[in-house]
């Protein structure tokens, strides 16, 4: 076989949420920050082909990420990732996270030491702490301390085609999100009503981002909002997410970035002080353990530091090649499957 290119990735999902990690064979990523390799890998040609290689078919699918792992630039880290999804490469995810500590604990690339490792992530939102409980050449959980998180504004009015007049709430939480109560779009956040949740949650990205113009202040390489997340409470305190994206599929865990700027918005409400923790579930019922460890600020505003806990877990190795003959080699989607944002790609 004469491959033209291969990479080698560990195939791990964090509560259902496929996050596949590259260990071998990434090409080196221009850029002296993690945000400015991001930065390249959104605008540059040659990135968006090594982006459109992983994350297409034939050799990738509408669901799941892939995280390149990279040379650390901190020098408290042990390794950073840039995540790697069909619309563009992201600064930050939980579950990926979740994904990247148990490959690198699990396939022996950082040394695993029991009953608990800790692993310094450095991602282009800034450094994450992984704190993971280790047992039997196992690594069982992970607790993430996420970057800062805060709210850009409460209660945005957003009209719609659809439902009218609808209220969100735009904060980061490594990323941006539009965090929307599902009750005002007449759904409740389960399986059945996931392709309902995926139509509603496109629809609403395109308008918010074609009147609202977010940008990290000081991060300029995060910008616009990436996710909408539905949110609701259950009886118990519960709380029930489903985080949309693009071309429209439903995140399968609760959502370590989104519940981090949920996080956010509990903080500046009153409804959430450091030491409190919950349960966030997601729409396959898959539970993280959110908790509000520091608040702290960003460019002047109010910021919390949260943690997120959950479970990794390896399924399988993979390596991804490149025929030279092959004629797709920047990958193709189809409405049938991906779709119709699909005709976008």
Same mark, same amino acid.
């Given at each position: 076989?004469?491959?033209?290119?291969?990479?080698?990735?560990?195939?791990?999902?964090?509560?259902?949420?496929? @996050?596949?990690?590259?260990?071998?064979?990434?090409?080196?990523?221009?850029?002296?920050?993690?945000?400015?390799?991001?930065? =390249?890998?959104?605008?540059?040609?040659? @990135?968006?082909?090594?982006?459109?290689?992983?994350?297409?078919?034939?050799?990738?699918?509408?669901?799941?990420?892939?995280?390149?792992?990279?040379?650390?630039?901190?020098?408290?880290?042990?390794?950073?990732?840039?995540?790697?999804?069909?619309?563009?490469?992201?600064?930050?995810?939980?579950?990926?996270?979740?994904?990247?500590?148990?490959?690198?604990?699990?396939?022996?690339?950082?040394?695993?030491?029991?009953?608990?490792?800790?692993?310094?992530?450095?991602?282009?939102?800034?450094?994450?702490?992984?704190?993971?409980?280790?047992?039997? @050449?196992?690594?069982?959980?992970?607790?993430?301390?996420?970057?800062?998180?805060?709210?850009?504004?409460?209660?945005?009015?957003?009209?719609?085609?659809?439902?009218?007049?609808?209220?969100?709430?735009?904060?980061?939480?490594?990323?941006?999100?539009?965090?929307?109560?599902?009750?005002?779009?007449?759904?409740?956040?389960?399986?059945?009503?996931?392709?309902?949740?995926?139509?509603?949650?496109?629809?609403?990205?395109?308008?918010?981002?074609?009147?609202?113009?977010?940008?990290?202040?000081?991060?300029?390489?995060?910008?616009?909002?990436?996710?909408?997340?539905?949110?609701?409470?259950?009886?118990?305190?519960?709380?029930?997410?489903?985080?949309?994206? =693009?071309?429209?599929?439903?995140?399968?865990?609760?959502?370590?970035?989104?519940?981090?700027?949920?996080?956010?918005?509990?903080?500046?409400?009153?409804?959430?002080?450091?030491?409190?923790?919950?349960?966030?579930?997601?729409?396959?019922?898959?539970?993280?353990?959110?908790?509000?460890?520091?608040?702290?600020?960003?460019?002047?505003?109010?910021?919390?530091?949260?943690?997120?806990?959950?479970?990794?877990?390896?399924?399988?190795?993979?390596?991804?090649?490149?025929?030279?003959?092959?004629?797709?080699?920047?990958?193709?989607?189809?409405?049938?499957?991906?779709?119709?944002?699909?005709?976008?790609?």
């Amino acid at each position: 076989m004469r491959w033209k290119r291969t990479i080698q990735l560990l195939d791990v999902h964090a509560e259902g949420e496929i @996050g596949r990690v590259a260990i071998g064979g990434v090409p080196k990523i221009p850029g002296d920050t993690i945000a400015a390799q991001l930065h =390249w890998l959104n605008t540059d040609p040659k @990135g968006g082909e090594l982006r459109r290689f992983l994350c297409l078919e034939p050799r990738g699918a509408p669901i799941g990420s892939v995280n390149l792992l990279l040379p650390a630039r901190h020098p408290e880290a042990d390794a950073a990732f840039i995540i790697l999804q069909p619309d563009q490469a992201h600064a930050s995810s939980g579950s990926n996270s979740i994904c990247v500590t148990t490959a690198l604990l699990e396939s022996g690339i950082v040394e695993m030491k029991e009953p608990e490792t800790i692993v310094t992530l450095e991602t282009a939102a800034g450094l994450v702490k992984a704190t993971a409980t280790c047992r039997d @050449g196992r690594c069982e959980k992970v607790k993430l301390t996420m970057v800062p998180s805060f709210v850009h504004e409460l209660d945005v009015g957003i009209d719609t085609p659809h439902w009218g007049r609808i209220k969100a709430d735009i904060c980061y939480g490594g990323i941006f999100y539009a965090l929307v109560d599902v009750g005002q779009i007449g759904l409740t956040i389960e399986k059945a009503n996931a392709a309902g949740l995926v139509q509603a949650g496109m629809i609403l990205k395109e308008l918010i981002n074609r009147d609202i113009k977010v940008v990290h202040p000081e991060i300029p390489a995060i910008s616009g909002v990436a996710y909408v997340m539905f949110r609701d409470t259950e009886a118990d305190g519960t709380v029930r997410t489903c985080t949309t994206m =693009w071309p429209g599929r439903a995140d399968r865990s609760p959502c370590g970035t989104g519940n981090s700027a949920n996080l956010a918005t509990l903080y500046a409400r009153g409804k959430a002080k450091v030491g409190d923790t919950f349960t966030s579930k997601s729409i396959i019922g898959s539970e993280f353990e959110v908790g509000l460890q520091a608040v702290t600020e960003v460019a002047g505003r109010p910021a919390v530091i949260p943690t997120i806990t959950g479970r990794g877990f390896t399924f399988g190795l993979t390596q991804v090649a490149l025929d030279p003959f092959d004629p797709h080699p920047n990958g193709f989607a189809l409405t049938d499957v991906w779709g119709p944002s699909a005709g976008e790609i």
